[in-house]
């Protein structure tokens, strides 16, 4: 079955950085649309940044310019590098997958991963 595990999740401080992973399988991964979601205590799940099929990104405004999603096809592997950490980053990561883009960027994917949390401290 489709599993979607993420890692690289700790305790930072302000400014500083760190990359998460998303490690895939059960599917055939470059089919997929792939994207990071985040969701902080007391709010609601938001989308991070999103990468299809084609390799186009799209990002949340709040992370664009610190905020990098890559890919590696051979690995099965989606990342996020999140420089310039600032306390409001403070969230659940998740990872997501979905046969159509929509689905991700309607913040309805097909699967989601457990999470990895990410603490930036001032």
């Known amino acids: 079955q489709v599993q979607l595990q993420e890692s690289g999740g700790g305790s930072v401080q302000a400014g500083g950085s760190l990359r998460l992973s998303c490690a895939a399988s059960g599917y055939t991964y470059s089919t997929y649309c792939m994207g990071w979601f985040r969701q902080a205590p007391g709010k609601e799940r938001e989308k991070v940044a999103i990468?299809?099929?084609?390799?186009?990104?799209n990002y949340a405004d709040s992370v664009k310019g610190r905020f990098t999603i890559s890919q590696d096809s051979a690995k099965n592997t989606l990342y996020l590098q999140m420089n310039t950490l600032k306390p409001e980053d403070t969230a659940m990561y998740y990872c997501a997958a979905a046969l159509r883009c929509v689905r991700v960027v309607g913040g309805r994917p097909d699967y989601w991963g457990q999470g990895t949390q990410v603490t930036v401290s001032s």
């Open positions: 990468v299809g099929t084609d390799g186009m990104t």
